[in-house]
């Protein structure tokens, strides 16, 4: 009974961190499309020059 419990038990082990590598992909690429887009709309700067779309 206990090896089947193990069997099951990483089962849905498995079975999660697939579901949790799936989500963090489109995770991922969602970020990426957002990070690829801020160099498309950044706003002009006083002198009329293109700055820095982020604030480091």
């Known amino acids: ?3 089947l419990l193990l069997v099951l ?3 849905l082990l498995l079975f ?3 579901f949790a590598l799936k989500a963090l992909w ?3 690429v ?3 499309v957002f990070w690829l ?3 498309v709309v950044r ?3 006083a002198g ?3 700055g820095r779309w982020y604030r480091w």
């Open 1 to 3: 009974m206990v090896p």
């Open 9 to 11: 038990l990483l089962a």
């Open 16 to 18: 999660g961190a697939g």
């Open 26 to 28: 489109w995770i991922a």
């Open 30 to 32: 969602i970020v990426l």
């Open 37 to 39: 887009l801020g160099f």
């Open 43 to 45: 706003t002009t700067g």
């Open 48 to 50: 009329g020059s293109r």
